[in-house]
């Protein structure tokens, strides 16, 4: 009989074992590194000894012994037979579908527009979307294409770069007098909401950063804290505050006048980009290299 227990925990010690930390892999599958570490450990339990060497310093933590490595090349081309078979079993009824996959904010204020403009375009490929935060969709095969911002440093997948980023700062036009646009004493006096979403290696600026750059006095309101970006651009939306924003998030709301931009002649390049990725050992189809080329083609003509 064949246990899915073990799967899960071969999953995570591949995973492991490419990352040199339990971190690494949570971050790729898309738990904690505590579970991972446990499924690790339920494995070494079945086979009778550790797989790991635990040290606490080094890039890689973790360390293969030699029994686990002799075990790994084997594991992995295992883990790539099931993904074959079950892309297999999707058959040639799924040449015409692209999955494709993106975070929630960038696929409601960035991404949807162009899937529709897509689809009246090339009416005999259908889209299937994956929204999630995770990269692993992408790296196991999950998904045929993604959209993902960051350093563009992910294991597992090729990328293609799409754009680069910025910060700038929104509000609802029912807040500022138009005047006041441009005007740091009006900034400080405003509630300023923060994003507390994790933008790790993004160089994101902080409320110091912007307020000392347009000349404003220290704030004096405290602020509004939330963790989801989706979440800050809808409290600026709705008036709740003054926000600091991915621009390709809101673009396209600036543009319809729903936001306005606050000083506009001053913006914040962050280190992410906005990257197309694939998995990295298997074929682009056809269909998905068509729409791989087609959202190239659409940003690089003045889209994005």
């Known amino acids: 009989m064949r246990s899915l227990n073990r799967l899960k925990w071969l999953h995570a010690f ?4 490419r990352h040199g930390s339990f971190t690494g892999a949570a971050q790729e599958l898309g738990v904690t590194p505590a579970a991972v570490g446990q499924l ?10 550790p797989l790991l060497r635990r040290t606490r310093t ?10 686990a490595q002799d075990a ?8 790539d037979k ?12 799924a040449r015409s579908v692209v999955v494709v996959t993106a975070s929630q904010v960038l696929m409601m204020n960035w991404l949807m527009e162009r899937l529709n403009r897509f689809s009246e375009m090339h009416e005999t490929i259908d889209l299937r979307l994956n929204v999630t935060e995770k990269l692993m969709d992408v790296s196991h095969g999950e998904a045929d294409i993604g959209i993902r911002c960051g350093q563009g440093d992910w294991p597992g997948v090729n990328k293609t770069w799409l754009m680069d980023e910025e910060a700038v700062l929104v509000c609802s036009p029912r807040l500022v007098p138009p005047e006041k646009m441009a005007c740091g004493e009006w900034l400080a006096t405003q509630k300023l909401i923060h994003d507390d979403t994790p933008h790790p290696g993004a160089d994101f600026p902080s409320w110091d950063d912007i ?12 602020g509004l804290h939330i963790n989801s970006t989706s979440a800050v651009i809808l409290s600026a939306l709705s008036g709740r505050g003054v926000a600091v924003v991915r621009y390709a998030l809101v673009k396209q709301l600036i543009e319809t006048g729903q936001l306005v931009q606050l000083h ?28 791989h ?4 083609q659409d940003v690089v003509s003045g889209y994005s």
Do not use: C
Not at 40 to 49: A, D, K, Q, T
């Open 40 to 49: 690790v450990r339920s494995l070494e339990e079945w086979v009778g000894h």
């Open 264 to 291: 506009p002649d001053h913006r914040w390049p962050l280190k992410w980009s906005y990257y197309l990725v694939t998995p990295q050992h298997n074929v682009m189809r056809d269909e998905v290299k068509v729409f």
């Open 82 to 93: 099931l993904e074959t078979g079950l892309n297999k079993l999707r058959g040639r009824r």
């Open 293 to 296: 080329d087609w959202l190239l």
């Open 72 to 79: 790994l090349q084997d594991i992995t081309q295992g883990l």
């Open 14 to 17: 591949e995973a492991t074992a």
């Open 58 to 67: 080094g890039k890689a933590r973790l360390t293969l012994v030699d029994e």
């Open 211 to 222: 307020l000392s750059a347009v000349n404003a006095p220290e704030a004096r309101e405290s």
